[in-house]
Nanobody
Framework: QVQLVESGGGLVQPGGSLRLSCAAS????????MGWYRQFPGKQRELVAA???????NYADSVKGRFTISGDNAKNMVYLQMNSLKPEDTAAYYC???????????WGQGTQVTVSS
């Protein structure tokens, strides 16, 4: 099992920035993908950004150039730097960890990001 704890959400004005953090613990696979999904009310979760244990990254088109995902393998941490935030970025953001070997997914409890003036 992998436990994930997110932090860093909150209320920010349009154009502002936030940084989300995700701390992983437990039986973390040597090869994995970690990242963030977000969920709008009444809709399915969508991938925002992901990073592999090797450092490769992937972003949703809607956040490219504004969001940056990074990881610290030594600390089992993943970060999402969100700049130039828009009201349409308002959502619950969930950290995930995917075990590459078993394809198991683990989820954090979610953190709310609200972009509003």
């Amino acid at each position: 099992q992998v436990q994930l704890v997110e932090s860093g959400g909150g209320l920010v004005q349009p154009g502002g920035s936030l940084r989300l953090s995700c701390a992983a613990s437990g039986r973390i696979a040597s090869i994995y993908v970690m990242g963030w999904y977000r969920q709008f009310p009444g809709k399915q979760r969508e991938l925002v950004a992901a990073i592999t244990s090797g450092g490769s990254t992937n972003y949703a088109d809607s956040v490219k150039g504004r969001f940056t995902i990074s990881g610290d393998n030594a600390k089992n941490m993943v970060y999402l730097q969100m700049n130039s935030l828009k009201p349409e970025d308002t959502a619950a953001y969930y950290c995930f960890n995917r075990d590459w070997g078993t394809s198991s997914y683990y989820w954090g409890q979610g953190t709310q990001v609200t972009v509003s003036s």
